[in-house]
């Protein structure tokens, strides 16, 4: 794959078991903020809750960025409200295509998941996981119902196409939380998501199915549910799905 990102820090493998890893190495190391960790294919991707992500070689973009954004852990998941947005602007803006955003970590191309992202703090920098779906023809049975790709959803355009604009989109929305503050990100995500507001979903919250209608964002950006007996429940994590 071709890299044209001149002003910053780049490493491109051929092969990762995942691209998390060695972006926590780099980071601990003191690399600078920026630094993309790329991979073509990932043998053990990470995705949300330990879960694995399919990681087919040459078809999807999976990289993590070394992001250092003197915020401290209780920001973490408005970073990931700002990564969400931020990959959600970049495919829209290269492809034409309308993702959606459910909450907290996932990008949709007509109900499919097209895109995850991963947080994680490792001392004073955040690592970013981001993996998008490029040019996926097919998915493995046990996901196929519910993942797609931007190539599925009609959009024929190379990883390469995709990876500055991610970078520069990234840089721009957590420039938007660090500038302006969570009010500006959870407004900005609530916009942007079909599911942060008036939405029946049913989440699975540690084993505990809550069944509501989305009520919105906390200013900590944790998703309030208005549950059928009236309580409004704070969505700490867990999976979220329509109804």
């Not at 051929?14 to 073509?40: I, N």
């Not at 703090?121 to 779906?133: F, K, L, Q, R, S």
């Amino acid at each position: 794959m071709k890299i044209d990102l001149p002003d910053r820090r780049v490493e491109w493998f051929p092969s990762l078991d995942s691209t998390m890893t060695v972006a926590v190495r780099l980071a601990h190391e003191g690399c600078a903020s920026g630094t993309v960790v790329g991979a073509d294919e990932q043998t053990a991707g990470i995705g949300r809750a330990g879960h694995a992500w399919h990681s087919e070689p040459d078809a999807g973009l999976y990289v993590s960025i070394v992001l250092r954004l003197a915020l401290g852990p209780e920001s973490l998941p408005l970073v990931m409200l700002a990564l969400g947005l931020a990959t959600r602007d970049a495919i829209a803006d290269v492809t034409g295509l309308a993702p959606d955003l459910r909450w907290p970590n996932d990008v949709l191309l007509g109900e499919k998941k097209c895109a995850g992202i991963l947080a994680q703090m490792e001392d004073d920098a955040v690592i970013a996981g981001i993996g998008i779906n490029v040019g996926h023809s097919s998915f493995p049975p046990e996901i196929a119902p519910l993942a797609t790709s931007l190539l599925l959803a009609g959009a024929s355009v190379s990883r390469e196409e995709v990876l500055g604009p991610l970078v520069d989109s990234v840089d721009s929305s957590c420039s938007v939380l660090a500038q302006r503050g969570p009010e500006a990100i959870c407004k900005a995500f609530g916009l942007a998501s079909t599911y942060a507001h008036g939405r029946r979903v049913r989440v699975d919250q540690d084993g505990t199915i809550l069944e509501g209608v989305t009520r919105g964002l906390d200013p900590c950006g944790f998703l309030l549910l208005r549950q059928d007996n009236g309580t409004v429940t704070k969505i700490l994590a867990g999976g979220v799905r329509p109804i």
